[in-house]
Each structure stands twice: as structure tokens, then as C-alpha cells.
């Protein structure tokens, strides 16, 4: 599976975006991105520059391992950064009741809110997981109070399945009631 991930994957084009792997580069949008708090606020906290770097070496150490993961979104004509959007199988898979899985995500720099790109991307994303690598289902979750989130997911046609209890979150954290959307291959 990673063979054919890296080979059909390494950058796709849609309608208005270009979808690549991360490169060192990508450094300086994700950071400005991971800083703001209007972004983060569904987050536990914002990120400082140095934990995006982090971020940034363990996608791209994840993009090699497992062929894919979130990848950037650029602006087709200009190349520039926007966000990220893309499969990934979480860290914490075996914590989670629904695991193994692979998840679907995206985060967009706060300018870029509001102008399709997350659903455009995450289409793409999607028939990608489903179609070309086969996989029978793809999940997302995010907190409750999440609605821009959760919009994006019933755009995408994506079934709501239940509410749970994140597990990486301490009881009481006010993002520790999540919510839980899944797309198979049959629908
Ligand atoms: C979640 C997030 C990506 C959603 O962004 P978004 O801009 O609302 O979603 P999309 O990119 O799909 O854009 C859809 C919106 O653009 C509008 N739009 C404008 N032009 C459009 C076009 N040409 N095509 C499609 N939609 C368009 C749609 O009407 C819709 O607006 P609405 O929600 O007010 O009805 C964004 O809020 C974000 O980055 N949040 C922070 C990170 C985060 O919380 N990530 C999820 C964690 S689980």
C-alpha cells in the first residue's frame, strides 16, 4: 500500500488546489497557522514554532511509513501554503474504539476559511482512500462544538455514527466529547 500511495499521491491537482507532500518550506505557513488561536480553538492549545517543526518531521516521517498522511494544500496558481487536508492512520489507534482506522482531517490558515477549499481537497482525499488503496471505510471526528468541522463531513457525504469520549483527553477536558463521522466504500 505505501508503494502505491507514494506513487499516485505525491501531488494531485483539483479544480482550484494542488495537493503535495510536505517539504521543509511548508515550515513557515504551518507555523503562522498552528499560532492562531481562531485555528486552534477545537485544539487542546496553540502550537509554537518549534512543536510545528515537530509536526512537520512527523508527517513527513509518517508520509514514508505509511505512504500517506495529511498533505499540503497550495493554491494552484500561486503555490501558496493554505493548510493541510489528507488521510492518516492516528498515533493512538489502539486507544480509540472504532481502531484500527484511517482517519480524515484538514486545517486551513484562517484567511482561507469559508471558500470551499477543505471540501474540495477532501473529496479528492476520500475517492483516493476508497478507490485507488481500497480501503472499506475512512473516519473523522472532532469535538462537539466543532460545526465548521462537522460541516465539512456531510458535505462530503460522510454518515454521522455516535458521540464518544476522545481518549487522549482527561475526563473533564472541554474537548473530550467528540463526534464521530464514517464513509465506506459501498456508500
Ligand atoms: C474546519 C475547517 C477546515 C472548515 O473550513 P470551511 O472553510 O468552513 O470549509 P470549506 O473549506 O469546505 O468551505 C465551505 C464554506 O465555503 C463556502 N464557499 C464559498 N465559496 C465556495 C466554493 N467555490 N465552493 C464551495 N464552497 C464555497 C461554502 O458555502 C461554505 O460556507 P458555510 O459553511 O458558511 O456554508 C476550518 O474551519 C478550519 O481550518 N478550522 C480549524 C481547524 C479544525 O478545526 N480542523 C478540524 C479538526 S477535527
Not at 496558481?77 to 492512520?89: A, E, I, M, N
Amino acid at each position: 500500500m505505501v508503494d502505491i500511495a507514494i506513487d499516485r499521491c505525491s501531488r494531485i491537482e483539483t479544480e482550484r488546489l494542488v495537493l503535495r507532500k510536505w517539504e521543509l518550506a511548508d515550515l513557515d505557513g504551518l507555523a503562522e497557522m498552528n499560532a492562531d488561536p481562531r485555528v486552534m480553538e477545537f485544539y487542546p492549545s496553540v502550537l509554537s514554532r518549534a512543536e510545528s517543526e515537530k509536526m512537520l518531521v512527523r508527517y513527513m516521517e509518517a508520509q514514508q511509513r505509511e505512504g500517506f498522511c495529511y498533505s499540503v494544500i497550495a493554491k494552484k496558481r500561486s503555490g501558496r501554503f493554505l493548510g493541510y487536508c489528507g488521510l492518516k492512520v492516528p498515533g493512538y489507534q489502539d486507544h480509540l474504539s472504532f481502531g484500527p482506522c484511517v482517519e480524515i482531517g484538514w486545517r486551513l490558515l484562517h484567511s482561507e476559511w469559508g471558500k470551499g477549499f477543505a471540501t474540495e481537497s477532501a473529496q479528492m482525499w476520500l475517492g483516493f482512500g476508497l478507490e485507488t488503496l481500497k480501503l472499506n471505510e475512512i473516519v473523522s471526528f472532532t469535538p462537539v462544538q466543532n460545526s465548521r468541522s462537522e460541516k465539512v463531513m456531510q458535505r462530503l457525504g460522510m454518515v454521522r455514527v455516535e458521540e464518544f469520549a476522545h481518549p487522549m483527553l482527561e475526563d473533564g477536558h472541554r474537548l473530550k466529547r467528540q463526534v464521530l463521522y464514517k464513509m465506506t466504500r459501498q456508500r
